[in-house]
């Protein structure tokens, strides 16, 4: 593993961002990038759409939700999709792409980061707990909903 960067989503990117692949049996916990990549960019001043670049090359896409005004407060901040590549998972990428979304909702002035996830074998429970996220409630869809202290 080189170098990890993060940049803003581009032009230049974005087929890249679109074409990650995933480990077997993770499609059922993720929609294709298309979805997060163009959802963002329906609401840019809340939306925060970037990719992590091992050297040159793409190997992770995350966007995060940051809207004090979002009715439900524990999305005020929060993880709205994280993908990484199938071949660069378990070499630090993800760490990497949730450290930087998180330094930037601290930058924001945020106290905490929520993400949610759909339970299950070979989910990212274990991930997010690994980065210190605890399992603050649950949705009316059963989805997890964890929050990191930014304090």
């Given at each position: 593993?080189?170098?990890l960067t993060l940049?803003?989503?581009?032009?230049?990117?974005?087929?890249?961002?679109?074409?990650?692949?995933?480990?077997?049996?993770?499609?059922?916990?993720?929609?294709?990038?298309?979805?997060?990549?163009?959802?963002?960019?329906?609401?840019?001043?809340?939306?925060?759409?970037?990719?992590?670049?091992?050297?040159?090359?793409?190997?992770?896409?995350?966007?995060?939700?940051?809207?004090?005004?979002?009715?439900?407060?524990?999305?005020?901040?929060?993880?709205?999709?994280?993908?990484?590549?199938?071949?660069?998972?378990?070499?630090?990428?993800?760490?990497?792409?949730?450290?930087?979304?998180?330094?930037?909702a601290r930058s924001?002035?945020?106290?905490?980061?929520?993400?949610?996830?759909?339970?299950?074998?070979?989910?990212?429970?274990?991930?997010?707990?690994?980065?210190?996220?605890?399992?603050?409630?649950?949705?009316?869809?059963?989805?997890?909903?964890?929050?990191?202290?930014?304090?």
């Open positions: 593993m080189g170098t940049e803003e989503l581009s032009a230049r990117t974005i087929v890249a961002a679109n074409s990650l692949t995933l480990k077997p049996g993770q499609e059922a916990f993720i929609t294709p990038p298309s979805y997060a990549i163009a959802e963002a960019y329906f609401a840019p001043d809340t939306e925060w759409p970037r990719v992590v670049l091992d050297g040159d090359t793409v190997v992770g896409f995350i966007r995060g939700h940051f809207d004090t005004e979002t009715s439900a407060p524990e999305f005020h901040s929060c993880i709205w999709r994280i993908h990484i590549a199938a071949e660069a998972q378990g070499r630090g990428v993800g760490r990497f792409a949730v450290e930087a979304i998180a330094a930037e924001r002035g945020f106290a905490q980061l929520t993400v949610l996830w759909e339970p299950g074998d070979n989910g990212p429970g274990e991930f997010f707990h690994t980065l210190g996220f605890r399992d603050i409630g649950e949705t009316r869809y059963g989805e997890t909903i964890a929050a990191l202290s930014l304090s």
